[in-house]
Nanobody, 125 residues
Framework: VQLQASGGGSVQAGTSRRLSCTGS????????VAWFRQTPDKEREFMAA????????YYSEAVEGRFAIFRDNAKNTVYPQMDILQPEDTAIYYC???????????????????WGQGTLVTVSS
């Protein structure tokens, strides 16, 4: 599957932003789709994921309660809705996909074999 991430931009702290990750090909619902983010001074960090099948959601502690991930398999798209953005949320956001990924590995980037190109979100105070 090929992934196209979009929706990045510059926002003010306290506001919201919705990103999109659209996949090509068939059987999109067989993929767990996750979002990771990275800044120059940190390793890539898991943010949120939607599992294959029923779409169970997973969140990191850093974003739980502020971010929500939605999935539309008819459009082959996964959307993270990011609310109450803070300057520390500034990062390049990447979506990634893995087919029938075991839930124990959802938060680990090395288990994802398809990656989008990244989209930059800048949050100013």
């Amino acid at each position: 599957v090929q992934l196209q991430a979009s929706g990045g931009g510059s926002v003010q702290a306290g506001t919201s932003r919705r990103l999109s990750c659209t996949g090509s090909g068939r059987a999109f619902n067989s993929y767990t789709v996750a979002w990771f983010r990275q800044t120059p001074d940190k390793e890539r960090e898991f943010m949120a994921a939607s599992s294959y099948g029923v779409g169970t959601t997973y969140y990191s502690e850093a974003v739980e309660g502020r971010f929500a991930i939605f999935r539309d398999n008819a459009k082959n798209t996964v959307y993270p809705q990011m609310d109450i953005l803070q300057p520390e949320d500034t990062a390049i956001y990447y979506c990634a996909a893995a087919s029938f990924l075991n839930e124990n590995y959802v938060t680990t980037d090395r288990y994802y074999n398809f990656w989008g190109q990244g989209t930059l979100v800048t949050v100013s105070s």
